[in-house]
């Protein structure tokens, strides 16, 4: 017995040591974390909630009685739309590795998603720049969704009150394919050539609301301006459902912004926090800026407020520290309360809900003084113990690029599509069916 143990154990001991690779290989591999994914579970919820109900709330709540159900209604069927076009084709164009500036279609109809659904998600897999995360890509797709779905129905309230609806329902369509799904992979896929570049935005400055802004600003030349623009009251039906639908942004926000970081943890953490303190700041601003101006506080401008700190902090959250937070907060509600105002007024377009005012205005302050206060240690990892972004000159270079990039196409890509559906089946409802009302005329249905 003694000899054969003696002969044996050479052997066992051999075979541990060639497992030891395996067991640490094991131990280090990838592996999906419950906390995170429950996280981005309730990241996404609170986005998709900015929508519906949140954004149709807020811009029913600032349209004329007539209008409140068709303004509702778009919100709810841009949220049904973009759903299916991100399943079939968006998702895979913006996050699939592609080229520089788009994706392929590897993830056609979801194509894959199956063999891996399970598995700890890799953006950029195969690319130098791949990222491994803990969540499943199934959250991660739906988390995106949720981005996808918000920024094209950011666009409606450029042009409320006077847009076909079958005309709405083929510029979405093609928008998210041909000007969302781009401008996202440009910023957020690890080939997309302005992520390369260096440029910074942690949750949708350019992608979500420069992007829509110029695409709304756009919309709203080219519709021309509602019937009585300028003499006829247009004042808000019922701001109480504005302000219902102001809260739920700014609660779903923090998905928005803390949901970005996708984890659970400190950057997750800070991003909250500047969020916060930068919305407060933002409505504040704006408040005091009008009451300077026209002499009283208004319920609409604090809202509006609000929202154009929430839109300014979006690009930036997750690099910045509660003083700069602060500052963007600030500067955000002057320049937005001047956007939406001011320059409106100056050059005279009909903005109706003042989309370019507040998400365009507010999404170039804001990545501009991301370049400005990016603090590196937000956004340091294994390989840049220093941090990938830091303010300073060559940064605010790379967000100016960014941003012009942004206008340019989105606002030539908007003007193009918009052009061809009018030609093919007409952008704007009669003089007699804008009278009347969109409820009644595009759906059939009248409010009380």
Known sequence: MTNTIRRTWPCLLTAALALLPSLAFADDAPKIDSGDTAWMLTSTALVLMMTVPGLALFYAGMVRKKNILATMTQSFIICCL????????????AFTNGSAYVGDLSRFFLNGLGES????????????????????????????????????????GAFADRMKFSALCVFMVLWSLLIYSPIAHWVWAPTGWLGSLGAADFAGGTVVHINAGIAGLVAALVLGKRLGYGHDNMSPYNLSLAVIGAS???VGWFGFNAG???????????????????????????????????????????????????????PASGFVLPGPALVIGIVAGVVCFWGATGLKHMLGYDDS????????????????????????????????????????????????????????????????????????????????????????????????
């Open 82 to 93: 973009v759903t299916v076009v991100w399943m079939v084709a968006g998702y895979s164009l």
């Open 117 to 156: 659904w399970d598995k700890p998600f890799v953006l950029g897999a195969g690319t130098d720049g791949a990222i491994t995360n803990t969540i499943p890509e199934t959250v991660f797709m739906m988390f995106q969704m949720t981005f996808a779905i918000i920024t094209p129905a950011l666009i409606t």
């Open 260 to 314: 970005s970081a996708l984890s659970a943890g400190a950057r997750a953490g800070m991003a909250m926090a500047v969020t916060q303190i930068a919305t407060a700041a933002a409505a504040l601003a704006w408040t005091f800026a009008e009451w300077a101006v026209k002499g009283k506080p208004s319920v609409l401008g604090a809202i509006s407020g609000a929202v154009a700190g929430l839109v300014a902090i979006t």
């Open 248 to 250: 739920l942004l700014w």
């Open 353 to 448: 809900l003042d989309a370019f005012g507040v998400h365009g205005v507010g999404g170039i302050v804001g990545a501009l003084l991301t370049g400005v206060f990016a603090y590196g240690p937000l956004s340091a990892d294994k390989d840049h113990p220093a941090g990938v972004y830091i303010g300073g000159m060559e940064l605010l270079g790379h967000q100016a690029v960014a941003v012009a990039a942004t206008l340019i196409y989105s606002g030539i890509g908007s003007f193009i599509l918009l052009k061809i559906i009018d030609i093919a089946i007409g952008l704007r409802v009669s003089e007699e069916e804008e009278r009347e009302g969109l409820d009644v005329t595009l759906h059939g249905e009248r409010l009380g």
